[in-house]
């Protein structure tokens, strides 16, 4: 058992030895815990791994030891420790410690003990401890002293807590010699417990819990107190004269006065992650109330932000971060401040000057002429640098498209200017099952105010526009495009535009072409959407005279959220991406609810993954130590070996005695390859199986044989490999022929030679 002992800290840290503290943890099953928090003092936290953490460096003395419980019920201890050594300390989600010290002189006989539990605590030099026992029992310690043969007790009742921050140290008690405790239960006449009751001797005093209990520590025994019970400065009943003797000090204590005062009042806004903007603040309150009073903080004056009687209030945030809100119901009898603090986390302004964020999405409704009409999802998933129509780099939003016309492998993407959002390129590829069709286009916007280059939504609204486009499309037969334009830009403020029933107060952008006035472009541009809510292009290329693009939805997201799509796979490895959250510090990425990443990367790669569905999970944790949950996706893995590939033989023609090397690709964690050949009547036979990716052959059939190799790899077997060639010659067939080679060689020679002497017998012969 771990002993707590209470010291002071030396003054000079930088010449004491440092200690660490660590241990296991355990959920309320007794089971290891999932990722759980430990913090000591101002220390930096440190997570846990399979159940175990260390936490190093720490200076010897008293210290408040903190384990958050994130991934068992968000549940959270804390306690007070000593450290003089090397500590080992292990935590049970939802049970906690009682400590504290017995003050004592060194003659003095000395025990103390749990009363409900039958346990004796060892002391070391005065400090103690019982537990780890469930929060929210009620226990009694027994401290006793025998000092000059006289024996007193003090009897102390508490409940088990789990701590908080304000009140870390809130089971730690200290006894001393000659004090003692008065505690009990105050109810009213009908037996329900009052809870907030003041309990007061005009120096000690207490606050009744949400049973009704009450504790007054450390009073002088044989001393007779005067005891008060109020609420809002309102008499429960007369004062109570009590005299404190040595032993148990049960007081239970009944109201007399049936003062109404106001209900519980509960916030109905939920702790969440809001953008800097304005939210509303809502609460349900109880009878008897007359009005409310909202707190930007602490209770207390100085953080009022609304007195009334209404049960809603619009707050609007000056800065980002946590703000923590309390609410306070009155009557002319007093008030109740027993609600739970309200936490709403504002997100800051993007990090950059950039007005997207990764994650953001829009929803439109496309109609073209001809008529025609689909749904389309743009996801912005990064920024890139390219050139754009006229040559010039630009820094762009890379946009990910869906689409409810897509085939299940059609990909898209856009390219969009970070200072005007218009297209800089575009890409779209078909599904490989459909054809090969794709379609790149790449587009230049030169914003000129009286020939100065200009932007479009800062400093002074251009005036012209230099447009450029060129076309490719991939499609055999197909003609590609081009456009250079000069363009009119007329721009009006404060335009109120209306798509599927939502208006919005709009930037309308007009561009109108310079050579046949055709107004080419209408955009309309709302600030809080941060985007274009409606479009009309009437030079959209092929296959329309005129797309409109009409909002129908859209998300500025307010917690975590992948970058990566659900999808379909056969591939066991594959990355999963998310989007940088606001004042995130630490991202968790789980896998089926189990934790397999936690870090400040945006990434992960998923390896080996097992065939069947895989839903992962994202949080992100704020600097003060806040979880935001966020998106999930669902990853369905199909895994199928890729094929292996024979390398090529060499000589394709060998004779029956000869050996054949054959060799093919290598395929990670594969359990075994299998080598099939097939000779010229068509017979299959299995030639090798095994692990090498290689194998040495002979007694191959007689004329041509086909090689083909597959693999398996986690019981999924690859299709086979493209076929290679052999031919086999048998090695009689094969002497005979080259025994005659060699005949018709030396009959060659032969003639070779008499027909090069003929000619010089003839010139003898003359």
């Given at each position: 058992?771990?002993?707590?002992?209470?010291?002071?800290?030396?003054?000079?840290d930088?010449?004491?030895?440092?200690?660490?503290?660590?241990?296991?943890?355990?959920?309320?099953?007794?089971?290891?815990?999932?990722?759980?928090?430990?913090?000591v003092?101002?220390?930096?936290?440190?997570?846990s791994?399979?159940?175990?953490?260390?936490?190093?460096?720490?200076?010897?003395?008293?210290?408040?030891?903190?384990?958050?419980?994130?991934?068992?019920?968000h549940?959270?201890?804390?306690?007070?420790?000593?450290?003089?050594?090397d500590?080992?300390?292990d935590f049970?989600?939802?049970?906690n410690?009682?400590t504290?010290?017995?003050?004592?002189?060194?003659s003095?006989?000395?025990?103390?003990?749990?009363?409900?539990?039958?346990?004796?605590?060892?002391?070391?030099?005065?400090?103690?401890e019982f537990?780890?026992?469930?929060?929210?029992?009620?226990?009694?310690?027994?401290?006793e002293?025998?000092?000059?043969?006289?024996?007193?007790?003090?009897y102390?009742?508490?409940?088990?807590?789990e701590?908080?921050?304000?009140?870390?140290?809130?089971?730690?008690?200290?006894?001393?010699?000659?004090?003692?405790?008065?505690?009990?239960?105050?109810?009213?006449?009908?037996g329900?417990?009052?809870?907030?009751?003041?309990?007061?001797?005009?120096?000690?005093?207490?606050?009744?819990?949400?049973?009704?209990?009450?504790?007054?520590?450390?009073?002088?025994?044989?001393?007779?107190?005067?005891i008060?019970?109020?609420?809002?400065?309102?008499?429960?009943?007369?004062?109570?004269?009590?005299?404190?003797?040595?032993?148990?000090n049960?007081l239970?204590?009944?109201?007399?006065?049936?003062?109404?005062?106001p209900?519980n009042?509960?916030?109905t806004?939920?702790?969440?992650?809001?953008?800097?903007?304005?939210?509303?603040?809502?609460w349900?309150?109880?009878d008897?109330?007359?009005?409310?009073?909202?707190?930007?903080?602490?209770?207390?004056?100085?953080?009022?932000?609304?007195?009334?009687?209404?049960?809603?209030?619009e707050?609007?945030?000056?800065?980002a971060?946590?703000?923590?809100?309390?609410?306070?119901?009155?009557?002319?009898?007093?008030?109740?401040?027993?609600?739970p603090?309200?936490?709403?986390?504002?997100?800051?302004?993007?990090s950059?000057?950039?007005?997207?964020?990764?994650?953001?999405?829009?929803?439109?409704?496309?109609?073209?002429?001809p008529e025609?009409?689909?749904?389309?999802?743009?996801?912005?998933?990064?920024?890139?640098?390219?050139?754009?129509?006229?040559?010039?780099?630009?820094?762009?939003f890379?946009?990910?498209?869906?689409?409810?016309?897509?085939?299940?492998?059609?990909?898209?993407?856009?390219?969009?200017?970070?200072?005007n959002l218009?297209?800089?390129?575009?890409?779209?590829?078909?599904?490989?099952?459909?054809?090969?069709?794709f379609?790149?286009?790449?587009?230049?916007?030169?914003?000129t105010?009286?020939?100065?280059?200009?932007?479009?939504f800062?400093?002074?609204?251009?005036d012209?526009?230099?447009?450029?486009?060129?076309?490719?499309?991939?499609?055999?037969?197909h003609?590609?495009?081009?456009?250079?334009?000069?363009?009119?830009?007329?721009?009006?403020?404060?335009?109120?535009?209306?798509?599927?029933?939502?208006?919005?107060?709009?930037?309308?952008?007009?561009?109108?072409?310079d050579n046949?006035?055709?107004l080419s472009w209408?955009?309309?541009?709302?600030s809080?959407?941060?985007?274009y809510?409606?479009i009309?292009?009437?030079?959209?290329?092929?296959?329309s005279?005129t797309?409109?693009?009409?909002?129908?939805?859209?998300?500025i997201?307010?917690?975590?959220?992948?970058?990566?799509?659900?999808?379909?796979?056969?591939?066991?490895?594959?990355?999963i991406?998310?989007?940088?959250?606001?004042?995130?510090?630490?991202y968790?990425?789980?896998?089926?609810d189990?934790?397999?990443?936690?870090?400040?990367?945006?990434?992960?790669?998923?390896?080996n993954?097992?065939?069947?569905?895989?839903?992962?999970?994202?949080?992100?944790?704020?600097?003060?130590?806040?979880?935001?949950?966020?998106?999930?996706i669902?990853v369905?893995v199909?895994?199928?070996?890729?094929?292996?590939?024979?390398?090529?033989?060499?000589?394709r023609?060998?004779?029956?005695?000869?050996?054949?090397?054959?060799?093919w690709?290598?395929?990670?964690?594969?359990?075994?390859y299998?080598l099939m050949?097939?000779?010229s009547?068509?017979?299959v036979?299995?030639?090798?199986?095994?692990t090498?990716?290689?194998?040495?052959?002979?007694?191959?059939?007689?004329?041509?044989?086909?090689?083909?190799?597959?693999?398996?790899?986690n019981?999924?077997?690859?299709?086979?490999?493209?076929?290679?060639?052999?031919?086999?010659?048998?090695?009689?067939?094969?002497?005979e022929?080259?025994?005659?080679?060699v005949?018709?060689?030396?009959?060659?020679?032969s003639?070779l030679?008499?027909s090069?002497?003929?000619p010089?017998?003839?010139?003898?012969?003359?």
């Amino acid at each position: 058992m771990l002993l707590l002992p209470y010291s002071a800290m030396a003054e000079n840290d930088s010449e004491q030895p440092t200690y660490r503290v660590y241990g296991s943890l355990f959920n309320d099953l007794g089971e290891q815990a999932g990722s759980t928090s430990v913090k000591v003092n101002s220390f930096d936290s440190v997570w846990s791994d399979d159940g175990e953490y260390e936490i190093t460096g720490l200076p010897q003395g008293e210290h408040i030891i903190r384990a958050y419980f994130m991934n068992d019920g968000h549940t959270v201890i804390y306690r007070t420790i000593f450290i003089d050594s090397d500590t080992e300390l292990d935590f049970h989600q939802g049970s906690n410690w009682i400590t504290g010290t017995l003050h004592h002189l060194q003659s003095d006989i000395v025990s103390i003990g749990l009363m409900e539990k039958n346990e004796q605590a060892s002391l070391t030099e005065s400090r103690f401890e019982f537990g780890p026992h469930p929060v929210g029992e009620y226990c009694t310690l027994v401290a006793e002293w025998e000092r000059e043969s006289v024996v007193t007790s003090q009897y102390l009742r508490m409940r088990i807590e789990e701590g908080s921050s304000s009140m870390p140290d809130i089971n730690h008690v200290e006894f001393h010699y000659g004090m003692n405790n008065i505690y009990g239960f105050i109810s009213d006449a009908q037996g329900t417990p009052v809870s907030g009751a003041l309990v007061s001797n005009g120096i000690v005093s207490t606050v009744s819990n949400n049973d009704g209990f009450y504790l007054m520590k450390n009073l002088s025994i044989d001393s007779e107190q005067t005891i008060t019970i109020q609420q809002e400065e309102n008499d429960l009943l007369p004062p109570v004269q009590y005299l404190v003797t040595s032993g148990e000090n049960w007081l239970n204590l009944t109201t007399v006065t049936d003062v109404e005062f106001p209900g519980n009042v509960t916030f109905t806004t939920q702790t969440q992650t809001v953008l800097m903007s304005p939210f509303s603040l809502e609460w349900d309150g109880g009878d008897y109330t007359d009005y409310y009073s909202i707190y930007h903080g602490e209770v207390g004056e100085d953080n009022l932000i609304y007195r009334g009687s209404f049960e809603q209030f619009e707050y609007t945030p000056s800065q980002a971060g946590t703000h923590e809100f309390n609410i306070v119901a009155h009557n002319s009898n007093g008030s109740n401040e027993n609600s739970p603090s309200l936490v709403i986390i504002v997100l800051p302004n993007p990090s950059s000057d950039l007005v997207w964020q990764a994650g953001m999405s829009w929803d439109y409704f496309i109609s073209h002429t001809p008529e025609y009409f689909h749904n389309r999802t743009y996801t912005m998933i990064g920024t890139e640098t390219i050139q754009d129509a006229f040559g010039r780099e630009q820094e762009t939003f890379l946009v990910r498209i869906s689409d409810d016309t897509y085939l299940a492998e059609e990909k898209a993407f856009r390219w969009f200017d970070v200072s005007n959002l218009l297209t800089v390129k575009s890409y779209w590829v078909d599904d490989p099952a459909s054809s090969s069709y794709f379609q790149e286009g790449t587009m230049g916007w030169q914003f000129t105010t009286q020939g100065e280059d200009a932007e479009l939504f800062s400093g002074d609204a251009p005036d012209s526009l230099h447009f450029n486009r060129t076309n490719i499309i991939g499609v055999p037969g197909h003609p590609n495009g081009y456009d250079d334009t000069e363009n009119t830009v007329i721009i009006e403020e404060n335009v109120e535009v209306t798509v599927f029933g939502q208006s919005y107060l709009t930037t309308y952008i007009a561009i109108s072409d310079d050579n046949d006035d055709v107004l080419s472009w209408e955009l309309w541009y709302n600030s809080s959407v941060r985007n274009y809510v409606k479009i009309i292009d009437r030079l959209p290329g092929s296959h329309s005279d005129t797309v409109v693009y009409e909002l129908t939805g859209y998300e500025i997201p307010t917690k975590p959220k992948f970058i990566t799509e659900s999808s379909t796979t056969n591939e066991m490895d594959y990355p999963i991406e998310w989007a940088e959250f606001p004042s995130a510090t630490l991202y968790q990425v789980l896998e089926n609810d189990q934790i397999i990443y936690e870090g400040t990367n945006l990434h992960f790669n998923i390896t080996n993954a097992a065939d069947g569905s895989h839903i992962y999970s994202i949080n992100a944790f704020t600097d003060i130590g806040y979880l935001i949950e966020g998106d999930e996706i669902e990853v369905i893995v199909d895994f199928i070996p890729e094929n292996p590939v024979i390398n090529p033989i060499g000589e394709r023609v060998y004779s029956s005695i000869e050996t054949i090397n054959v060799s093919w690709s290598s395929t990670p964690n594969a359990d075994w390859y299998s080598l099939m050949v097939q000779d010229s009547d068509g017979n299959v036979v299995e030639m090798y199986n095994g692990t090498d990716a290689f194998v040495i052959l002979s007694d191959l059939s007689i004329g041509q044989n086909r090689m083909r190799v597959n693999v398996m790899v986690n019981d999924k077997v690859s299709d086979y490999s493209s076929s290679e060639f052999v031919t086999i010659e048998d090695q009689n067939d094969a002497e005979e022929q080259s025994l005659t080679s060699v005949t018709f060689a030396i009959t060659s020679i032969s003639l070779l030679v008499v027909s090069v002497l003929i000619p010089f017998w003839r010139d003898d012969d003359v």
